[in-house]
């Protein structure tokens, strides 16, 4: 007896004709067809990835942009944590990338945001390190607390 295969509503196509998605190294490409086609619990994942990969190369752009990606993809999943995860690494990376109001500002954002469902915890967190990266070591103390 063959196992049933799965429904075809599973497998959604992934559509690489957005804004840089033609300047994502072949190797990427096929390990975002591969997520894809595994589920799209993985994809996120794969995005991650390209957003490092630009991450390294210093374009803040790009970056940025596969980290939103990465984001949209926890978010449709229902994965809170994960998106946490991208959500602070992408702040780290507008830190890296001398942008320190911009990424204030994303934290803001993210507080305001109610819908993005991100435990308070994490906002405060992210707080205390854009205090901590900009030397101000008693209002990190008060934000870590």
């Known amino acids: 007896m063959k ?8 497998f959604t196509p ?6 840089y998605d033609a300047d994502i190294p072949p190797e990427y490409v096929s390990r975002l067809k591969a997520a894809n086609s595994a589920g799209h619990t993985f994809l996120p994942y794969a995005f991650l ?4 990969y630009f991450e390294e190369l210093g374009d803040e752009e790009r970056c940025v942009h596969f ?15 994960g998106q946490a995860v991208v959500e602070a690494r992408k702040i780290a990376a507008l830190m890296k990338f001398g942008e320190t109001k911009r990424a204030s500002a994303y934290v803001d954002e993210l507080e305001n945001d109610r819908a993005g ?3 308070e915890a994490f906002i405060v967190y992210n707080r205390a390190g ?16």
């Open 3 to 10: 196992p049933a295969l799965p429904d075809a509503s599973f």
């Open 14 to 19: 992934l559509s690489l004709d957005g804004p």
């Open 49 to 52: 990835g390209i957003a490092a």
């Open 67 to 81: 980290h939103e990606r990465a984001i949209a993809q926890f978010r449709q999943n229902g994965n809170t944590t």
């Open 117 to 119: 469902h991100l435990p």
């Open 130 to 145: 854009l205090h901590l990266q900009n030397g101000d070591y008693a209002r990190a103390s008060l934000h870590f607390r």
